[in-house]
């Protein structure tokens, strides 16, 4: 947590769970861009959190299905983080999720379009180059070093940022 920002401790901020998809193909991955005014341009994983009654591969598809419209075949859970993703409130405040990254599969034919629900600040879905990824303002910002290769056999990636 950064200097100055306080953990939230409402009853409507606790811990959430997201499930992410790591979806690569042809060394590319799939990605989610961002655009606002106040956090600018910024890359993310498809997926979202998990609502209650669902279970994590049911929120992954789910949130595949609104963000890049199409199905994804959900293969091996790699990596757990926690990640306390800052709020703009005054004061700033953190929202800590569990983040759960499954690899994914989407089908041979997929073109990366938006979904019937794409996310919030979403403005387009493309395959990246791997290589490209520590060159790009992808959130969280050290899954970078792990998605492009450097990865660490760790399930358990403690704090992201």
């Known amino acids: ?5 306080q953990r939230d ?14 979806i690569v193909r042809d060394q590319k991955i799939l990605l989610l861009r961002k655009s ?12 979202g959190a998990q609502d209650p009654g669902e279970t994590l591969q ?16 959900i293969r091996d859970l790699l990596h757990v983080a926690d990640y306390f993703k800052p709020r703009h409130t005054v004061p ?5 999720l569990v983040e759960f990254l499954f690899s994914c599969d989407v089908p041979g034919d997929y073109r990366p379009r938006h979904g019937h629900h794409p996310d919030k600040h979403q403005v387009e879905v493309l395959w990246k ?6 060159d790009l303002p992808l959130l969280p910002h050290s899954l970078a070093g792990r998605l492009s290769g450097e990865a660490t056999a760790r399930v358990y990636l403690g704090t992201i940022d």
């Open 1 to 5: 947590m950064k200097e100055g920002q």
């Open 9 to 22: 401790r409402r009853p409507d901020s606790a811990i959430r769970n997201a499930a992410r998809a790591i």
């Open 36 to 47: 606002d005014d106040v956090k600018g341009e910024r890359f993310a994983l498809p997926g």
């Open 58 to 73: 049911q929120a992954l598809s789910r949130e595949c299905l609104e963000e890049i419209g199409t199905d994804v075949t």
């Open 92 to 96: 700033p405040s953190t929202r800590q």
């Open 129 to 134: 180059p791997l290589v490209d990824l520590p």
